[in-house]
Nanobody
Framework: QVRLVESGGGSVQTGGSLRLSCVVSAYNPDTSCLGWFRQAPGKEREGVAAIHWRSGFTSYTDSVKGRFTISQDNAKNTVYLQMNSLKPEDTAMYYC??????????????????WGQGTQVTVSS
């Protein structure tokens, strides 16, 4: 079973940066899409960024394009989310998730079967 463990959340001021990490185990690199999602209080969970492990193709939600970068380290089985120019509206619980049954990159939350425990990101103005 796929297991994901996130780390790297915290509190920063507007304009600051954070890097989230997600260590992934028991996945198939040929068919796995790894994604970062976030959920703020009272809001639905939304896709932030995703990467397909084999192809390296990425996808981002519009609100983070140019500010966030998703990347992978195959040797460490780790996916990263580098977040720059953070804004108060980026405040949320961030989750790493895996869809182990796809050959394409996507941010369809309903297709991600495995989830980490989440890490809190708070951006103050």
């Amino acid at each position: 079973q796929v297991r994901l463990v996130e780390s790297g959340g915290g509190s920063v001021q507007t304009g600051g940066s954070l890097r989230l990490s997600c260590v992934v185990s028991a996945y198939n690199p040929d068919t796995s899409c790894l994604g970062w999602f976030r959920q703020a209080p009272g809001k639905e969970r939304e896709g932030v960024a995703a990467i397909h492990w084999r192809s390296g193709f990425t996808s981002y939600t519009d609100s983070v394009k140019g500010r966030f970068t998703i990347s992978q380290d195959n040797a460490k089985n780790t996916v990263y989310l580098q977040m720059n120019s953070l804004k108060p509206e980026d405040t949320a619980m961030y989750y790493c998730a895996a869809d182990p049954y796809t050959i394409s990159v996507h941010l369809d939350v309903s297709r991600f079967n495995y989830w980490g425990q989440g890490t809190q990101v708070t951006v103050s103005s």
